[in-house]
């Protein structure tokens, strides 16, 4: 059986194009003394983009399969995550509900009205909110009340979990792209993530391991802190060797988090994070999400500066898209900015 065999299994909706583009950043090269590459998941192409596109191919290859017409999710208020499924939903003709979590505190009138909130309702989505910052289980659950008002409306509701307790299909997508990553570049010494449900992080670290590569993988803490985010990506690497019927244990070897780069917490724009997203727009030209691609970017950054990444190394950073997200923090954004955009 090949690694992609062990995919094949698996119900799946293509929504991707094609694989995702790497490119050589080569000023941030020059600058970081590093030989630094980019996955583009970014352009994965459908609703803005971003890296839940792939986790949602098997999800809604899952919902498709299962005869649903209703996809149910739970994310922040401005989560990549549920305008993707609501996107999704749309090309495969089915409705959406979206749950948003109030995760972020002290965040203005753009935050609940523009970015991702405003694209999910141009798609037609119903809306939902859920009180609470860290309850995933009662988050799923208020999803399972939901579905069932549907069902007896007649409706077949399909719920994709945030919770543990459930297999990591959406994990999938990113041992797809592990698979990927290896065969467009087979020699790079590190590769660094965002680490937040873990399943793109557990997805990349296993894809790759499966393609034989060597790489260390460091996963940039983007909710909580290392040692809940070590116990949570043990569970969900677990899960998704059960899911694969492959061993553990080597991939439970291979976990790496950093969180320095977390602080003040989940979706808040903290120093090290603002520079970072201004580093690379202004060096690159390239815009990173405050709540995921920035932070990644911030941990690579403190990766180079203690020496974990080496001088002449060649490292890809995962870019997860989330741009829309930026016009929900416009506020924050521009706080330290003169009229001119200067510093």
Known sequence: MTQ????????????????????????????????????RDDLTGLGFG?????????????????????????????????????????????????????????????????????????LGAEHMSYPEREDESGADAA??????????????????????????????????AGLELQRQMPDFDAVVVPSGSGATHAGLLTGLALEGGASSVFGVCVRRDSNKQIARMRIVLQKLADLLNIEAAPLLDKIRV???????????????????????????????????SAKTFAGL??????????????????HTGGLPALFGYQNELISDLPSGMED
């Open 4 to 39: 992609d065999d062990i995919l094949a299994r698996f119900p799946r909706a293509i929504l991707m194009s094609g694989p995702t583009p790497v490119e050589r950043l080569d000023r941030m090269s020059k600058e970081l003394g590093i030989d630094l590459w980019l996955k």
């Open 50 to 122: 971003g890296n839940k596109t792939r986790q949602l191919e098997f999800y809604i290859g899952d919902a498709v399969q299962k005869g649903a017409d209703t996809i149910l999710i739970t994310g922040a208020v401005q989560s990549n995550y549920v305008r993707s499924a609501a996107a999704a939903a749309a090309r495969l003709g089915m409705q959406s509900v979206l749950q948003l979590e109030e995760r972020v505190p002290d965040m203005g009138p753009d935050y609940y009205t523009s970015g991702n909130v405003l694209l999910a309702k141009l």
């Open 143 to 176: 999803l399972h009340a939901r579905a069932e008002e549907l069902k007896v409306q007649g409706r077949k509701p399909y719920v994709i979990h945030l919770g543990l307790h459930h297999p990591p299909l959406g994990a999938l997508g990113y041992v797809s």
């Open 258 to 292: 950093l969180d320095e780069a977390l602080p003040p917490g989940y979706g808040q724009l903290g120093a090290n994070t603002h520079s970072a997203l201004k580093k690379m727009v202004r060096t690159e030209g390239v815009f990173l999400d405050p709540v995921y």
């Open 301 to 318: 950054l403190h990766l180079v500066a203690v020496g974990e990444i080496d001088q002449g190394q060649k490292v890809v950073m995962l």
